[in-house]
């Protein structure tokens, strides 16, 4: 078995297909059903953003709402 971070992980995946939403939680762009300032729902959990996280996953999501919504 091979150990790695969660920072190393999420450095390796492609960043424009997956965001870090929690210190436990890497997940995929288009797995994300609904989110707001509290929480993401993907169809199987409901996770908490995390307060580290949270800036950033907004501004990510704002993005990607632009881009895909024009």
């Known amino acids: 078995m091979i150990a790695m971070t969660m920072k190393r992980i999420i450095a390796e995946l492609p960043k ?3 965001v870090r939403v ?6 995929p762009f288009a797995k994300i059903k609904a989110y707001n300032n509290e ?3 993907t169809d199987a959990l409901k996770i908490a953003i995390g307060r580290s996280y949270k800036k950033s996953f907004l501004e990510k999501m704002q993005v990607r709402k632009k881009t895909v919504f024009g």
């Open 39 to 41: 929480t993401v729902t």
């Open 22 to 27: 929690h210190k436990s939680y890497i997940i």
């Open 16 to 18: 424009d297909g997956f």
